[in-house]
């Protein structure tokens, strides 16, 4: 039996959205263009008895408001929304649908999946024309009502400099789901990363950011569900200010807030994966939760020719209205929530060019974007396109403003072409190395605005790249029809799993060359979590809807995993000790401040300098970069010139030995070889002469330091 409706509200205000408490009682607001009438739904705390129905009598330009005087913190809510329902012609209004608040602080509960759910009679032979009368409370989550006052103490940002970042990507419910020394109750959870255990490892590994896979609350989509599968990414947005619950070890709010400030003590940064450019509703045909029923054609880009149907750029069934101005506020107002509110650094956008479409084209300097530049919060914190969706068009890479990062796939691809041992890359591959100048120095950005990356959450971890020539996807249960077939990987001679000595050795080093090659680019390089282990999903290259052990990160010490986690700890001592590895600017590949050496020099193994007919040149697969460290041409906080080191980096992705031969002049002194990929046991205080060919093995890098003669 419904509620009844009552007039029990006080006029309250239009501003803040959501549910906001006073101390005194709760003021709600929610905007909707086209509506008629909206109720605001109440529940007891067991949130199975919808308690009463509050009519929003108020509206202010567009925004339908009111005021719940002694209401507190706890209390659990919903919307039902009036007005036409007419797909034809974009609206798609419900009342019997109880609807999310956009604004809700606190989403609670799992969705149940059931055909009441969706605004449509499901199996219709209308389909989405048809109206469907049940009550789909008893199956959708609610929302809560927060107190918002935390402890947050002295609490800081770390403010890393964009030159000595170095993301780690990560998801908070696998990261320490097997974690032998996080306490059971905690692991998978907000709680369980601000563990000292996993503090301690971030430490001892040297990462300054950790980029946090979606945490907005997200659902897990309905043919998952029915498969015994789950969304493990959470690239299923419903909720754009509410943290996931399934993280929450306490089920509040605090427990996000203290993993930020416990990270933050650590020096830490934390970034969030947000996904803005579309929601968990899907297309026509998917369910009436939240944004579909309280304004369809004010929230969703809908089709010019027929509103009945969406504009889908991000390949999920539907695409964000930006060029409305409250989503456009809507989006600004939960970035906003998450720096001043919850304390984070940064954001990663998920398939940010479909935010830049203006009407069909990706425009860069769109709304969006001017928005977020001017913005006194927003325009401090770090800022992470994935620059491309599916739409045409929709691949941008090198084309973001200035004051933006982007993930450089283009930097993933050539590493793994060059390592997998193909011709004719040598060029990109240089390019790629010292900062992808031909992406970024056009329109004066930094070599920062290059996020690096081997691999990422979406495809092989790096223990797969070097183990499987093909996805092996059936777990997904489609047939090993979904994820990509172009993954640039080469399993080394065997497909999968094998007892091969020589195969296995060879993979240790192809993992040992991609770490090296990572942290030694300029640029800023993202680990994904566990590849410094060998972490592996057994050739899922899609694991989206593994949320199981296929995707849980293995902390099982074993002695290879114990050997490369080492490697890479020292490969990142190297990188946060020296910034010549870490330069503000690009190479301008001349001498600098009165040094007669330039600041990089190309060499082919002979030992000559490479010219235009070497880079081109098919065969070749190794090649040698002399860095400066006398002409970094930077200056520290005092204004004091940076001088470093010099270092050689000699590369060798043929499967034969190299003769690499040093240019006589090129270095004044001896060496000292530091980085020798082909061994597990690693040089130590190992003289280099320059005066003699070094023999690179077969797939393999070497790293020589200079140490600079301090000036007298």
Same mark, same amino acid.
């Given at each position: 039996?419904?509620? *009844?409706?009552?007039?029990?509200l ?5 501003y803040?959205?959501? /549910?906001t408490?006073d101390?005194?009682g709760v003021?709600?607001?929610l905007?909707?263009e ?5 109720e605001?739904?109440?529940f ?9 129905? $509050? ?8 925004v339908?408001?009111?005021? $719940?005087?002694?209401?507190r913190p706890?209390?659990?809510?919903g919307y ?5 329902y ?5 609206h ?5 649908k109880l ?8 989403i609670v ?9 969706f605004?449509?009679?499901?199996g ?6 048809? &109206? ?9 989550p609610?929302?809560?009502v927060i @107190?918002? /006052?935390?402890t ?12 000595? *970042?170095?993301?780690?990507?990560l ?5 320490t789901?097997?974690?032998p020394?996080?306490?059971?109750a905690?692991?998978g959870?907000?709680a369980g ?6 503090i301690d490892?971030?430490k ?5 950011t950790?980029e ?10 309905r043919h998952l ?12 947005t419903i909720?754009? &200010? ?15 807030k *203290?993993m930020?400030r416990t990270?933050?003590e650590?020096?830490?940064e934390v970034i969030?994966d ?5 929601t968990a509703e899907?297309?026509? %045909? ?9 304004d369809?054609?004010s ?22 209205n ?8 809507? $989006?600004?107002d939960?970035l906003?929530?998450?720096v001043t509110e919850?304390h984070?650094?940064?954001?990663r ?9 203006e ?18 919060? %927003?325009s401090?914190?770090? %800022? ?5 969706? %599916?739409?045409s068009g929709g691949?941008q890479v ?6 933006w ?10 590493m ?7 011709g004719g890359?040598i060029? @990109?591959f240089a390019?790629?190395?010292t900062?992808?100048s ?5 329109s004066s950005r930094?070599?920062y605005?290059s ?11 790096l223990a797969?790249?070097?183990s499987?020539?093909?996805?092996h996807?059936?777990a997904n249960?489609?047939?090993?029809r ?7 990987s ?7 799993p ?5 195969v296995?050795?060879l993979r240790?080093?192809q ?5 090296t090659?990572?942290?030694l680019s300029q640029g800023?390089?993202? $680990?994904?979590?566990?590849d ?13 809807c ?6 849980w ?6 002695d ?6 080492a +490697?890479t700890?020292?490969?990142?001592a190297l ?5 010549? +590895?870490?330069?503000?600017?690009f +190479?301008?590949?001349?001498p600098?401040?009165g040094s007669?050496?330039?600041d990089?020099?190309w060499l ?7 010219g235009?007919q070497?880079?081109?040149?098919d065969?070749?697969r ?11 041409? @930077?200056?520290?906080?005092?204004g ?5 080191d ?10 034969? @030995?190299?003769?690499?031969v040093v240019? /006589?002049?090129?270095?004044?002194l001896?060496?000292?070889?530091l980085i020798?990929t082909?061994?597990d046991a ?6 280099f ?14 790293l020589?330091r200079?140490k ?5």
């Amino acid at each position: 039996m419904a509620a *009844t409706v009552i007039d029990a509200l006080w006029p309250g205000k239009p501003y803040p959205r959501g /549910a906001t408490w006073d101390g005194m009682g709760v003021n709600f607001a929610l905007f909707s263009e086209s509506a008629e009438r909206v109720e605001l739904c109440l529940f007891d705390a067991s949130g199975r008895n919808e308690i009463a129905r $509050l009519a929003l009598r108020e509206q202010t330009d567009q925004v339908f408001h009111g005021y $719940l005087p002694q209401a507190r913190p706890g209390l659990l809510y919903g919307y039902r929304v009036y007005g036409p329902y007419r797909p034809q012609d974009g609206h798609r209004f419900n009342g019997n649908k109880l609807l999310l608040d956009p604004y809700a602080r606190n989403i609670v509960g799992a969705i149940r999946w059931h055909d009441a759910l969706f605004g449509y009679r499901v199996g219709s032979a209308q389909a989405d024309l048809s &109206f469907d009368r049940r009550d789909s409370a008893p199956y959708l989550p609610r929302c809560k009502v927060i @107190e918002t /006052a935390f402890t947050w103490g002295d609490d800081r940002p770390p403010n890393v400099p964009w030159h000595e *970042t170095v993301i780690y990507e990560l998801h908070v419910g696998g990261f320490t789901r097997l974690h032998p020394d996080v306490p059971p109750a905690l692991r998978g959870t907000y709680a369980g990363l601000a563990c000292a255990p996993v503090i301690d490892h971030f430490k001892r590994l040297g990462v300054t950011t950790v980029e946090l896979m979606p945490v907005h609350s997200f659902l897990d989509d309905r043919h998952l569900v029915e498969r015994g599968l789950r969304n493990h990414w959470g690239y299923n947005t419903i909720g754009y &200010f509410a943290p996931e619950h399934r993280y929450s070890a306490s089920g509040k709010i605090g427990e996000f807030k *203290t993993m930020v400030r416990t990270l933050h003590e650590a020096g830490i940064e934390v970034i969030l994966d947000v996904v803005y450019n579309h929601t968990a509703e899907g297309n026509e %045909l998917g369910p009436t939760l939240a944004f579909r029923g309280i304004d369809n054609a004010s929230y969703y880009r809908l089709a010019q020719d027929s509103p009945r149907h969406y504009q889908d750029f991000t390949g999920c069934g539907n695409t964000l209205n930006m060029q409305h101005p409250r989503v456009l506020q809507l $989006l600004m107002d939960s970035l906003r929530y998450w720096v001043t509110e919850m304390h984070v650094d940064g954001f990663r956008f998920d398939l940010a060019s479909a935010l830049a479409r203006e009407l069909h084209a990706v425009d860069r300097l769109s709304a969006f974007f001017d928005i977020l530049r001017q913005d006194p919060v %927003l325009s401090r914190v770090k %800022l992470i396109a994935e620059p491309w969706d %599916l739409g045409s068009g929709g691949y941008q890479v090198g084309n973001f403003p200035v004051g933006w990062a982007e993930w450089n796939d283009k930097y993933r691809d050539t590493m793994r072409a060059y390592w997998k041992g193909e011709g004719g890359v040598i060029g @990109e591959f240089a390019q790629r190395l010292t900062g992808s100048s031909d992406l970024y120095n056009r329109s004066s950005r930094k070599p920062y605005a290059s996020i690096n990356f081997i691999a990422a959450h979406d495809g092989f971890p790096l223990a797969d790249v070097v183990s499987y020539n093909d996805k092996h996807n059936e777990a997904n249960g489609e047939e090993n029809r979904d994820g990509h077939s172009h993954n640039l990987s080469w399993n080394c001679g065997v497909e999968g799993p094998t007892d091969d000595p020589g195969v296995l050795a060879l993979r240790a080093r192809q993992q040992r060359n991609f770490i090296t090659t990572l942290l030694l680019s300029q640029g800023v390089p993202m $680990l994904l979590a566990g590849d410094e282990m060998g972490r592996t999903q057994r050739g899922n290259n899609n694991a989206y809807c593994q949320d199981n052990d296929i995707s849980w990160l293995d902390w099982t010490a074993s002695d290879d995993r114990r050997s490369l986690l080492a +490697f890479t700890q020292r490969v990142m001592a190297l990188r946060a000790a020296h910034p010549v +590895f870490r330069r503000r600017d690009f +190479f301008q590949g001349r001498p600098l401040h009165g040094s007669t050496v330039r600041d990089i020099v190309w060499l082919q193994p002979h030992g000559t300098e490479m010219g235009e007919q070497e880079w081109g040149q098919d065969h070749a697969r190794a090649l040698a970069v002399f860095l400066s460290g006398d002409a970094l041409n @930077e200056v520290d906080g005092r204004g004091r010139a940076v001088r470093d080191d010099s270092f050689l980096v000699m590369f060798n992705a043929d499967a034969n @030995e190299v003769r690499f031969v040093v240019p /006589a002049g090129l270095v004044p002194l001896a060496g000292e070889l530091l980085i020798d990929t082909s061994t597990d046991a690693q040089p130590a205080d190992t003289p280099f002469d320059p005066t003699q060919p070094y023999v690179l093995a077969a797939r393999s890098l070497a790293l020589v330091r200079f140490k600079r003669t301090p000036a007298p």
